[in-house]
């Protein structure tokens, strides 16, 4: 481990805080809980003290809203401003800078490709039912599926389908091969099914982008990658959060952020 790491390591068990570098992290790179820090044993070393940094701002954060490990912290009190949600747009800038998963790309992405396939299973139904709406019933489809093993794709992607109290009989139906396990089906009813279960899909994904969101858009989230970013580059934080930056080093040097004041001059981040 550098030397950065186990001098902060050093300092942060010398006023209190456990630090632990052999866990899990909970699934995570790091976590803070109530004075405890954890950074996991599996990231690479050049993470090890942004980690160490972040996860010691929300200890700090904790100092000044002893609430905020329940309710997240507010941005009013990380910077003593009532007008501090002046400064959010600034800090998810910092935020997309420090942790490119915060961007969301990937799972965009995968929506984005989803939407598209949605849009083609749609005009394969239109090609024939040029009526078709998505968000009303789709009267011919469902004559034909109540007397369908078929119906049970609606719902599941793969299902496995158990029959005969006596002679048991197992048929596994996957949304892949339905063309070969119903082959009396319409290829627009096969679209159909396919689309609904793109839907599904699409709103998991989205589900998923709103909580990556709100997590990210927390106020000690945003302060303690504010603080990581401050060690990868302190310029680059300067260029992108100026009023942050600035609001940040007059908190400190008065003090404000307490032992993150000599954390920051140990690492000459000034």
Avoid: W
Avoid at 198 to 214: E, H, T, Y
């Amino acid at each position: 481990m550098e030397k950065d790491a186990k001098d902060l390591i050093k300092y942060f068990r010398s006023i209190g805080l456990e630090v632990h570098t052999s866990t899990q992290a909970r699934g995570n790179q790091g976590f803070y809980m109530k004075k405890r820090i954890d950074v996991s044993k599996n990231i690479p070393q050049d993470r090890v003290v942004p980690v160490l940094l972040h996860e010691f701002a929300h200890y700090i954060h904790s100092r000044i809203e002893p609430f905020m490990e329940k309710t997240g912290g507010t941005l009013e009190a990380v910077f003593d401003d009532d007008c501090a949600k002046f400064y959010e747009n600034e800090l998810l800038e910092i935020t997309k800078f420090v942790d490119k998963n915060s961007k969301c790309e990937r799972l965009l992405f995968h929506k984005k490709l989803i939407k598209e396939k949605i849009t083609e299973y749609e005009q394969i139904i239109k090609n024939k039912y040029p009526k078709f709406q998505r968000s009303k019933k789709f009267t011919e489809f469902n004559k034909y599926i109540k007397n369908s093993s078929a119906k049970y794709l609606l719902k599941y992607d793969r299902v496995k389908l158990v029959t005969g109290a006596f002679n048991r009989k197992v048929k596994l139906y996957t949304i892949d091969n339905i063309e070969n396990d119903f082959t009396d089906m319409p290829k627009e009813f096969a679209a159909y099914i396919r689309l609904k279960s793109g839907q599904k899909k699409q709103a998991r994904i989205s589900a998923k982008i709103n909580k990556m969101n709100k997590y990210y858009s927390k106020p000690t989230e945003l302060f303690a990658r504010f603080v990581e970013g401050l060690y990868i580059n302190s310029e680059q934080v300067k260029m992108l959060a100026p009023n942050c930056y600035k609001r940040f080093y007059e908190l400190l040097n008065a003090g404000y952020y307490k032992e993150l004041r000599k954390v920051v001059s140990n690492l000459n981040l000034v």
